[in-house]
């Protein structure tokens, strides 16, 4: 049966055929990709990584060699986000800090950052997670005033804004992924954005000593690339979806991963749908608003808080149904009626126990994560939603019996 996968970037043949065509021309169209991320941003340079996991740690050695200051070990990041931060932030060689975040809105609390003791902090990382903005210009006030840096980390939020500027664009130094669930997709894919001198400075060495991917893994990643523009279409995703060793939807916390040069040969992929990203953007934000009309007046569940300034881009729709004995109900309905909702990262990262371990006691207690964590469904939002689909969605969360109506 046809079903919706939880999020993805259509690759038509038109697009995939002129990807394939830049790559002859893979060094420029690289350039032109990094340009043009600097310049979404609104920031001077950018640095083009195998992963986004590569990009944040590259990143923060850059920020912790800038700073020059061996007392500041500590990064702060939102204490319900992907797991490959709290692991980018150990592989960097700091102690990731969790900070709790506000339920209905998803960011960092403000008000809980203000109250940290940022003595030993190097930064503190933003998440804009589904591509809803967070705080971000409290949060860039707050680290200003406190001598930190900060990393918007833009992993699914690359075309969204806040207060009229771009989400990756805030703070110090900026992070975008092309993985396969993110606003555009190469596959793999990372890229740094930032204008500071120091960390540029740092960055550029950095860059120098990376190794590059060969032939034979652009080869495989185009073939992957091919296969994944076939199966994202409802009617294959349906019969794939199942099939374990793709390893769908799993969430790990991994320190072993390489941190490399992105793959320039296909830049043409991330490239050519950048130049897509606006309507993209438009058709996932529409999905979305319909998913918020539809579902404004359904029992027992609770809609995400959405400043009136911000202008999401909406990688996928995350609701909350209040009792979280009634999750895994409505999570079988949905996908029992051919929609790929999830419950996103399994726990709030001061229950993931890899993450416990080096983060200090004060901080494992996270309300507001552990309230997200247990209580979250993300719902699609990509162009492959059909125009019945908000009515459905609606229908089929209506039907599930909830025990907190
Ligand atoms: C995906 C993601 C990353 C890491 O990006 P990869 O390209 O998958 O390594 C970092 N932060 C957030 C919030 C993400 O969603």
Redesign the pocket.
Known sequence: MAHLAPAGTPISLRTYLAAAARMPRSADTAERLAGALAQHSGHRSAWLTS????G?VIALRALAKAANDPKRTDVVIPAY??Y??AASVAKAGLRPRLCDIDPHTLSIDPEQLRRFDFSSVLAVVS???YGLPNELSELEGLARARGVFMVD?A??ALGAHSKGRPVGGFGDIG?Y???KG?SITSL???AVVTSDDAVIAELTRAYEDLAGANVLETLTAAAKLAVYAVMLRPTYYGVVRRLPFLGLGKTSYDLDYPIRRYDARLAGFAYELLGHLTELTRTRSANALALLAALRDVPGIALPVIASDASPSFTRLPILIRAPSDRARVLEALNRAGIGATGSYPEALCDVSDVRAVTPAADLECPGARYVAARIVTLPTHPYCPPTYAQLASAVIRAVPMENA
Not at 51 to 54: F, Y
């Open positions: 992963t986004g996991r590569a944040m986000t992907c490959s931060v998440a804009n997670l980390d992993a699914q992070l992924s092309f993985d993110k793999d894919g990372g």
